[in-house]
């Protein structure tokens, strides 16, 4: 008895039934003894130059007689792919889908050959296999191994049908094989040579009918109980592209154009993008709702991204929302720009992308610290409003509040760019007044603190940023 293990590297075998167009989403399970010998063949020819070619052709040839299975519990998955047609329209594509077997990169396929092979083909089989590096389409990457007789193997569990020890009241499906009469020329042709000739089935096949496990093709794992619900996640970052990307002092400016594109593209209200109830009140939710975050990554002083950051989280629809944005149409006839989702995620999963989702005892003002109110003589200073606000968000007072006077913005290829003041930064949002006063601290607290922090008036428009320091 020959058996061989078969093993896929990424967990995954993706291959097309000879009998079905790719685009049916028709995964071949289990793998057809066909598809086998054609993979050892190709070995055979392009991995073992100095193998005897008539021993092992002789051992591909006692391999024609149909193999029994052992299959591990799997599932069925597939990926779509929009292919340019190479044609003047840059939009014109073809579908095509992917569809794989799903079995985790540890499971293993046992294939059983009820035939006796000499030493020498044995052999010759071992080095076959171990030169076959995918099976079915490229992306199958996989090992093979011939199996020791001392080797412990598993029961088969799909075998033809009219096999002993495999279940009557299992599915039956067609299974591509070879037959007696194949001749070893037969393996070496490709598939499209075969198409190009008209073939209807391979030269030297046969269709067998084998008994498969009812379950073979289900989950390995059992499903998730209905009752759980996956968190929502609270952050969304959109890059940003174009011929002249916007100034960083103009944060408030770019905010403003994200969150009324959102909320087009939002069907109904949404009071986390919008802050506002479907009444047009203003929400009373202690800062749950959205903050529109701009983010300058690249060189110079220029916003590279928005981070959109809600404590609340975001629906299926806000979601999808946020992914509809595609462009910003900028004032004052500036170029359009480009806009693209780069992924949703929990603030963690930012904490080594944007010092804005650092963890740190030092935190310096990113933008300005614009006043929510009036001062008072010798009350509300903006100290003192620094401290309220971080009161209001759960935050610990600092032990040192430090005046700073502008933001230290850098340039991955050219370091600091120097202090840019806040009088350069827009502190009010377009057509509306706010208290007088914009500043910059940076604050010193006892233990460390997790970002992000968010103050003062228009910290949902990017205003009030502040950003971890080492």
Request: glycine share 6%.
């Given at each position: 008895m020959i058996c061989l293990a078969v093993r896929f590297l990424s967990g995954r075998f993706h291959?097309?039934?000879?009998?079905?167009?790719?685009?049916?989403?028709?995964?071949?399970?289990p793998i057809s003894p066909w598809r086998i010998l054609?993979?050892?063949?190709?070995?055979?020819?392009?991995?073992?130059?100095?193998?005897?070619?008539?021993?092992?052709?002789?051992?591909?040839?006692?391999?024609?007689?149909?193999?029994?299975?052992?299959?591990?519990?799997?599932?069925m998955g597939h990926t779509r792919h929009y292919l340019s047609l190479n044609t003047v329209k840059r939009t014109d594509?073809?579908?095509?889908?992917?569809?794989?077997?799903?079995l985790g990169h540890c499971k293993v396929v046992h294939v059983h050959w009820p035939v006796d092979l000499t030493g020498g083909e044995r052999r010759a089989l071992s080095l076959m296999a171990r030169g076959v590096s995918y099976l079915g389409r490229a992306e199958s990457w996989c090992e093979i191994d011939v199996l020791d007789?001392?080797?412990?193997?598993?029961?088969?569990?799909?075998?033809?049908?009219?096999?002993?020890?495999?279940?009557?009241?299992?599915?039956?499906?067609?299974?591509?094989?070879?037959?007696e009469s194949m001749r070893q020329t037969d393996l070496e042709r490709t598939t499209s040579s075969l198409q190009r000739e008209g073939w209807n089935d391979p030269p030297g096949t046969r269709w067998v009918l084998y008994h498969r496990p009812g379950d073979a093709l289900s989950s390995a794992w059992p499903p998730l109980p209905a009752t759980i619900e996956l968190p929502r996640p609270v952050v969304a970052e959109l890059a940003l592209g174009g011929p002249v990307l916007p100034l960083f002092t103009d944060a408030v400016l770019v905010a403003e154009q994200v969150r009324a594109a959102a909320l087009s593209r939002h069907e109904a209200s949404s009071e986390t993008l919008s802050g506002k109830t479907s009444d047009g009140e203003r929400l009373r939710d202690q800062h749950r709702h959205a903050h529109y975050l701009a983010d300058a990554r690249g060189p110079g002083k220029r916003v590279t991204h928005v981070v959109?950051?809600?404590?609340?989280?975001?629906?299926?629809?806000?979601?999808?929302?946020?992914?509809?944005?595609?462009?910003?149409?900028?004032?004052?006839?500036?170029?359009?720009?480009?806009?693209?989702?780069?992924?949703?995620?929990?603030?963690?999963?930012?904490?080594?992308?944007?010092?804005?989702?650092?963890?740190?005892?030092?935190?310096?003002?990113?933008?300005?610290?614009?006043?929510?109110?009036?001062?008072?003589?010798?009350?509300?200073?903006?100290?003192?409003?620094?401290?309220?606000?971080?009161r209001t968000r759960g935050l610990p007072a600092p032990s040192e509040i430090i005046p700073i006077a502008g933001a230290r913005l850098r340039d991955p290829g050219a370091g600091d760019l120097g202090a840019t003041r806040w009088i350069e930064f827009v502190s009010s949002r377009y057509g509306r007044d706010h208290p007088p006063g914009a500043f910059g601290f940076?604050?010193?607290?006892?233990?460390?603190?997790?970002?992000?922090?968010?103050?003062?008036?228009?910290?949902?428009?990017?205003?009030?940023?502040?950003e971890a320091l080492p």
């Open positions: 291959a097309t039934p000879w009998d079905h167009h790719v685009n049916e989403g028709v995964p071949e399970w054609r993979a050892l063949t190709a070995a055979l020819h392009t991995q073992c130059p100095s193998l005897d070619r008539g021993i092992a052709e002789t051992a591909l040839r006692k391999l024609v007689a149909p193999p029994l299975f052992t299959l591990p519990a799997a599932s594509t073809a579908l095509t889908i992917d569809a794989f077997v799903a007789d001392n080797d412990d193997r598993p029961e088969p569990n799909c075998a033809p049908v009219g096999e002993d020890g495999v279940s009557s009241d299992s599915p039956c499906i067609r299974v591509l094989c070879p037959t959109v950051y809600a404590p609340a989280g975001f629906s299926e629809s806000e979601q999808a929302a946020l992914n509809r944005v595609s462009f910003l149409a900028q004032r004052h006839n500036r170029p359009t720009l480009d806009v693209v989702l780069s992924g949703f995620g929990s603030a963690d999963d930012f904490h080594d992308v944007t010092p804005l989702f650092g963890v740190s005892t030092r935190w310096r003002s990113r933008t300005p610290f614009v006043l929510i109110r009036h001062p008072r003589r010798r009350k509300d200073t903006p100290r003192d409003q620094v401290v309220r606000e971080l940076e604050l010193v607290f006892p233990e460390p603190v997790r970002g992000p922090i968010l103050l003062g008036y228009g910290c949902h428009y990017g205003l009030g940023q502040f």
